[in-house]
């Protein structure tokens, strides 16, 4: 009976990994296509191939600007992020602990947004963004995402510092430090576990995202996103796909290899994101 | 002295509330009051004044706007068979998952990895696999699946659509329901197992009621993004065949910046928001209700 069990375990273990196997055959199909010439990729797109073409790595590299790209990516995510942590995390803080008509009222006011789909404003952003100079420039890109990030970030800042008990606040008071200082002394390092949670999705979100970075930075190569270039090249290079491939792998790489050495993290992240969401 | 205390009080809540206040006005308030008002005019976008037309815009979505039409029961559609398929999958997923197999770390990052990717990018990538990859692997295997049109005929690019979105985002729905399980006691199905219920009875008697708070989680994180479907479609197949692939984001979409029908855009994206809006308190209606029962 027990054997019995342990071979029927065994199958399904084996069928599992086959699954999943088969699951990241399309990823790992883009990555061997990716390193074909032009001839080889059109006989067989199966096959592995003969002889590794990293040429096509160097001339995507260049040709799209891997490092500027690279660059705007890291300082739109930067810079988003950094806003949405910092003025998420002290609204949160006061907005928790003043009980006031006022308070619950910006409180309602700065979740509600959650429920607006952003194609429903997506012109006028847009529009509002040309108005105030924050188009056409991964800053104002970065800027932008404080607004569309803060909402969630407040709404799970909000729910944990609920409970972390008033006493805390007075005892540092006592000991001399208020507003700004006693926030960022006493309280933030309390939140580290939020903020971590917050830190992960938006960074997924940032990185990746798309229609907001199409439409406002699309105009030029130097402020474009990786995924924004990504799209422009392969939308140039439908024939070539050697090249469409090389892109493609360029701009998923980074993401797969922080996710290798942050998995855990990632996954509890967005887990707990989700439930607290 | 007092009074002096309490302004100080007020400014320090201005300094902390009003960043985060000034951000979303920015982003959110202007914006929509601006889109309510565009919704009431006729305007290509470069003229310098729109011109009102009151409830117009509204009149000829409803009456008779075909490309509208086609979108929204593309959107309802999609959105319901991804929201089933999607939950049904990733629970039985976690199901195995959660036997504690040798190789379940392994599965679990694997299944993960794609929804790390951007979803534009992940449209391309199968356009690859449908386009050049399903042709090689016709060849070698002589399996008629490979040869089918996946992307030119109507009914299987809305498969194939379904297929990348539930590839992309199954290992998300994954993790929720695996965490879910953990925290299902081991005793409570170790005394269901007593009691001699099966493992199919034991499922629907214990683990799925125990696993309503990841339902409702999952359920509605589904339904918030396949109701705003584009990225995916615009990469994969752009809309086609024959225009039939357009879901209601990219109907507005196109509205406004590819037909630079700018008013017109604007009255459609009004009328999203709000079918998301009654869709979302319906939801959380239902949900607060099944919390107090529980």
């Known amino acids: 009976m027990k054997k019995k069990r342990d071979w029927r375990i065994i199958l399904l273990e084996v069928v599992m990994v086959v699954i999943s196997l088969i699951f990241l055959y399309p990823l790992f199909l883009t990555i061997i296509n990716s390193l074909k010439s032009f001839s080889e990729l059109m006989t067989d797109v199966i096959a592995l191939p003969k002889k590794l073409a990293f040429e096509n790595y160097s001339y995507v590299w260049q040709y799209i600007n891997y490092p500027r790209l690279f660059l705007n990516n890291t300082v739109v995510t930067g810079l988003g992020l950094a806003g949405i942590v910092l003025i998420s995390s002290i609204a949160a803080y006061k907005l928790a602990r003043t009980k006031s008509r006022a308070s619950s009222l910006i409180y309602f006011l700065c979740i509600m947004p959650m429920l607006i789909p952003f194609q429903s404003i997506m012109l006028t952003v847009l529009q509002m963004a040309k108005n105030l100079n924050l188009s056409e420039s991964t800053w104002g890109l970065g800027l932008l995402y404080w607004g569309f990030g803060a909402p969630l970030a407040l709404f799970i800042y909000h729910g944990f510092v609920k409970g972390i008990p008033r006493e805390i606040d007075e005892s540092a008071t006592i000991d001399g430090a208020s507003g700004f200082r006693l926030f960022f002394s006493v309280i933030f390092p309390l939140l580290k576990s939020v903020t971590t949670t917050i830190i992960i999705i938006d960074v997924m979100w940032i990185w990746n995202d798309f229609l907001l970075p199409l439409l406002m930075v699309n105009g030029s190569p130097a402020t474009k996103t990786l995924t924004l270039a990504a799209y422009t090249f392969v939308g140039q290079y439908t024939s070539d796909w050697q090249y469409a491939m090389t892109a493609m792998v360029m701009a998923v790489l980074p993401s797969i290899i922080v996710f290798i050495f942050l998995q855990k993290y990632i996954v509890k992240g967005v887990v707990a994101g989700a439930v607290k969401g | ?294």
Request: hydrophobic share 50%; net charge positive; no cysteine.
């Open chain 2, 1 to 294: 002295m007092k009074s002096g205390r309490r302004r100080a009080e007020r400014l320090e809540f201005g300094a902390f509330t009003l960043p985060i206040l000034v951000s979303i006005i920015v982003v959110f308030y202007y914006p929509f009051m601006m889109t309510i008002r565009y919704s009431l005019t006729q305007w290509n976008g470069i003229s310098k004044h729109p011109k009102f037309v009151g409830l117009d815009n509204f009149k000829q979505i409803f009456m008779g706007d075909a490309n509208f039409s086609n979108a929204a029961w593309f959107t309802i559609k999609y959105a319901l068979a991804y929201i089933i398929l999607v939950n049904v999958l990733a629970i039985l997923l976690a199901l195995v998952l959660d036997m504690k197999l040798k190789s379940t770390n392994w599965l679990r990052a694997a299944f993960f990895i794609p929804y790390i990717l951007s979803l534009v990018i992940v449209g391309f990538i199968w356009k690859f696999i449908f386009m050049q990859g399903f042709e090689s692997l016709g060849a070698s295997t002589g399996w008629g699946l490979f040869g089918l049109s996946w992307l030119g005929e109507q009914n299987l690019a809305f498969i194939s659509i379904l297929l990348v979105s539930l590839w992309q985002s199954i290992g998300f729905y994954l993790v929720i329901y695996i965490a879910g399980l953990q925290s299902v006691p081991d005793d409570l199905k170790e005394a269901a197992t007593v009691d001699g219920a099966g493992p199919v009875r034991r499922f629907f008697n214990v683990t799925l009621p125990l696993l309503a708070p990841s339902i409702t989680i999952s359920v509605f994180m589904a339904l918030t993004n396949s109701i705003k479907v584009f990225d995916v479609i615009l990469s994969l197949t752009g809309g086609g065949p024959g225009g039939t692939t357009y879901s209601v984001a990219y109907d507005i979409y196109r509205d406004t910046f590819q037909n630079n029908l700018y008013g017109y855009g604007t009255a459609k994206a009004l009328i999203l928001f709000i079918a998301v809006l009654i869709i979302t308190v319906i939801q959380l209606t239902i949900f607060k209700r099944r919390e107090v029962e529980a």
